[in-house]
């Protein structure tokens, strides 16, 4: 333990083994040698013995206590310590009550022995989750005109400027390899051990390491928008957003404290008038106030949830805050986007057929022209299946068709380019194709000419997918897509998705994500899973909205709560367990927390009078502990 503390933590520590050495010695000659009975004035002098290690360990929890006193917000765990601390070392003044400054000086110690191992739980947790974030980079190697490289600050970077990494270096920013290949270090950012192989034309992102040979890299994006930025963000934001049950501590320990002090007081009053002695009420008041100090709660339920999103961050899951985990794990629908999501998204062109007369590369040429401005991966695949060069001059307006397609002039022809919505919008007569996959129909001046067949690839572990959310109780599984019927079947029957919905606009996408969630009625909550700029309106529509980090859009990631790193759905399997997990530890905490709590303080009720100072510190001091240990469990949820 002692190699992971802090400079303040160390000083703590020290203080406390002063403090635990004076006491213990204190202890013996008390309780072996009797020393303090032998000698005159010896109750006072066991006061001011027990006093120093008292004062040696919590000076600071008094001064705490007297600075929320002063600035009016008294009502905290330090004024619940020094007023039962104080009131144990002044039953001394009780002629009839048995001497309590070995407990008082115990309860302050413990206590403070109690926050050193929660400080260092804490820290060791944000350690944790440090280390594995540690991706920033330190500096970019940039190459000017004369080929001389120079080290600057990766913010420095302008987009389209060339930089090196060398191996062994990080890749300080995202774009495009121009020369070289080599083998890239994703754990990071993905957790994935297996180095992941890039060449020229291939794109990387910042925050991986470079293992083998050099990269020259035409950046693409500012350092303020690149993906270690983007993730350095999140991290950092996600404590903002907090769970309703996190929430609900907070708020109970403001209320919970002042009223603690008022029963207390009433304790110490009320009860001698129903028989008990005024030494065995104060007593009584002073247990029940040690007992109820709220640390176990307040210290254990927000580590939870923070070990939790760290234990998602080393599989390459990140999750925006402490309220996302909570709803994933009541997760009971789980909505998929097709294209991306389910399936790589590196479609092929297969078949171009064509009506009657008509050459297939006339097809693919004006096709290929008409998406020559789009990004899609459909659009992409229709431009590297066509064989001849883009004339870009012949290009003279483009008009994306959300849902449909695109309407394009080329060559002064009216081109248009999608799916059979957007031939039955247009008053266009279509022929369908026996082929399953995606039908990209193409009509010239109001004329269909043929359609382009286009096939995308299962992604390997879309079917382990499905099973493990099964596995783990997701009740139903539903793939919404734009894509044809026969293409959405197809896909269903192969992974065993419950339920599909096939040819939606994105606003279909979002109607169906409502009813999915209306159908809940409360019982559970309902994921959506996309890639695309598309999904951005039903990622937050959902209860919870997971997007693909590594092809997804900027706007899928900024609109989704969860975000994965690579672009493996297996992952939201892994996800759901950790977040399950740590909402069964924070429970855990609650009741069992507030349960012993509830059973000492019912002892420590004066007619009872079962309860001592000592069970008090196992209450208070114990408990903390014991929870503190349980929230930890949830960093190792992923293992």
């Known amino acids: 333990m002692s190699q992971g503390l802090t400079k303040k933590q160390r000083k703590k520590r020290n203080r406390i083994v002063v403090a635990l050495t004076i006491f213990l010695a ?18 006072w002098l066991e006061f001011g013995a027990f006093l120093v290690p008292y004062l040696i360990a919590g000076y600071d929890v008094l001064g705490k206590a007297w600075h929320g006193i002063t600035h009016k917000q008294p009502f905290d765990e330090n004024l619940l310590m020094a007023i039962a601390t104080i009131g144990a070392f002044a039953l001394v003044l009780f002629p009839e009550a048995e001497p309590h400054m070995a407990e008082g000086a115990a309860v302050m110690l413990f206590y403070q022995v109690g926050e050193l191992f929660e400080s260092y739980a804490t820290n060791k947790t944000r350690r944790s989750i440090s280390e594995m974030m540690d991706i920033a980079p330190d500096y970019a190697n940039v190459e000017s005109d004369n080929s001389k490289l120079t080290q600057v600050d990766p913010g420095q970077v302008k987009v389209g400027d060339i930089i090196v990494v060398k191996p062994g270096e990080r890749v300080p920013l995202d774009g495009v390899v121009i020369e070289g290949s080599s083998q890239l270090d994703t754990s990071a950012l993905t957790g994935e ?3 992941r192989v890039v060449e020229k034309g291939g794109e990387v992102i910042s925050g991986c390491v470079n293992m083998t040979g050099v990269l020259r890299v035409r950046t693409t994006k500012p350092y303020g928008e690149s993906t270690v930025q983007r993730i350095l963000e999140l991290v950092e934001n996600a404590s903002e957003k907090k769970a309703r049950t996190e929430n609900f501590i907070s708020r109970f320990a403001r209320y919970y404290t002042p009223i603690v002090v008022g029963l207390a007081a009433l304790i110490a009053v009320v009860s001698p008038f129903f028989g008990s002695t005024l030494t065995a009420s104060v007593q009584g008041a002073l247990v029940f106030l040690v007992v109820s100090c709220p640390c176990a709660l307040v210290i254990s339920v927000p580590l939870s949830f923070f070990s939790g999103i760290g234990a998602a961050s080393r599989i390459g899951v990140l ?33 171009v057929h064509t009506e009657a007369g008509i050459d297939p590369n ?49 060559d002064t022809h009216e081109v248009l380019v999608g799916n059979d919505k957007l031939m039955k919008d247009s008053g266009i007569p279509f022929h369908d194709c026996e082929l399953v996959g ?3 129909h193409v009509a010239l001046d109001g004329t269909y000419i043929g359609h382009i067949v286009i096939a995308d690839v299962i992604k390997d572990d879309a079917k382990t997918t499905i099973d493990a959310l099964h596995a783990a109780g997701v009740s139903k599984t539903v793939m919404l897509t734009g894509d044809r019927e026969e293409v959405a079947a197809a896909v269903a029957k192969e992974l065993g998705i419950d339920e599909y919905h096939a040819q939606l606009m994105p606003q279909d996408k979002v109607a169906n994500v409502e009813r999915l969630i209306t159908s809940e009625s409360g019982k559970g909550k309902v994921a959506f899973v996309g890639d695309g700029i598309n999904d951005a309106p039903v990622l937050m529509r959902a209860d919870i909205g997971i997007a693909m980090g590594a092809m997804g859009s900027d706007a899928a990631i900024e609109a989704a709560d969860i975000v994965l790193m690579d672009d493996k759905p297996s992952k939201i399997g892994d996800a759901i367990k950790i977040a399950r ?10 009741v069992f927390a507030i349960g012993v709590k509830i059973v000492i303080m019912i002892l420590a009720l004066p007619f009872i009078g079962i309860a001592t100072m000592w069970l008090a510190v196992f209450g208070d001091v114990g408990v903390s502990v014991l929870a503190i240990l349980n929230s930890m469990r949830a960093l190792k949820a992923s293992r």
């Open 319 to 351: 999750v925006k805050g402490s309220s996302y985990l909570e709803t994933l794990g009541a997760v009971d629908t789980v909505v998929f986007d097709k294209t991306g999501t389910l399936t790589n998204g590196s479609f092929n062109v297969v078949a």
């Open 581 to 590: 997990k740590t909402m069964r530890i924070v429970w855990q905490n609650i």
């Open 438 to 440: 995606t039908i990209l």
């Open 362 to 410: 006339l097809v693919l040429s004006y096709a290929a022209h008409a998406e020559a401005y789009s990004d899609h991966p459909i659009a992409l695949s229709v431009k590297e299946s066509y064989s001849g060069a883009i004339d870009q001059t012949q290009i003279a307006k483009v008009e994306e068709l959300s849902g449909k397609g695109v309407a394009a002039t080329v």
């Open 193 to 195: 051990s297996v180095p």
């Open 26 to 43: 204190l202890i013996a000659l008390d309780d072996v040698a009797n020393l303090f009975d032998k000698l005159p004035y010896g109750l």
